[in-house]
């Protein structure tokens, strides 16, 4: 398996990827359909990322841009793997591949919003949360579901972190 950067041939395999992770009705999976069929087509051709590509196939991707608060730092937008590739390293793997490319801007720190911890459990974005955990990220804040700056109808917390 390779990682490399996203290329215009891959998003029809990131856009499935996505659809195929979507919520279902029994609370798994992580994608709500705005997510799959709109904001994941246009971020993935507006922000950088990576793909994990096993023998020509594309199995996860992964997209960064700049964060708001604090400025211009860079965030983590969409990260996926393929279901049938999960507990491999991949997701690992394409965020090591963000951290590097950040680092060649001097930015050592980097950011990515996800249900908190609280608001995930029970559903499979609790796994998210802990993912997130396991490869060094620590919580920086919560944004509270009431919140003007919040799109997502949910507590959200605001993962960070610092590398070298």
């Known amino acids: 398996m390779i ?16 659809k195929n992770l979507h919520n279902k009705e029994d609370g798994t999976g992580w994608f709500t359909e705005n997510a799959y ?7 993935i051709r507006m922000h950088k990322g990576f793909v994990a590509d096993e023998e020509g196939a594309v199995v996860g991707f992964i997209t960064y ?14 990260i ?4 049938g590739h999960h507990r491999k390293g991949i997701g690992a793997k394409l965020l090591k591949s963000v951290e590097s490319e950040i680092l060649k801007t001097n930015v ?10 609280e608001a995930g459990i029970g559903c499979d974005y609790e796994k998210t949360y802990k993912f997130y955990l396991s490869v060094g990220f620590v919580l920086d804040r919560v944004i509270k579901a009431d919140d003007p700056h919040n799109y997502c109808g ?3 917390a605001v993962l960070k972190k610092v590398f070298e």
């Open 108 to 117: 050592n720190v980097l950011f990515v919003e996800t249900p908190s911890e």
């Open 80 to 83: 996926a793997v393929d279901i």
């Open 65 to 78: 841009s700049t964060y708001d608060l604090p400025q211009m730092t860079p965030f983590v937008s969409w």
């Open 154 to 156: 949910c507590d959200m």
């Open 3 to 18: 990682i490399r950067p996203i290329e215009s041939r891959d998003y029809d395999r990131i856009e499935i990827i996505g």
């Open 37 to 43: 069929q709109k904001c994941i087509p246009f971020d």
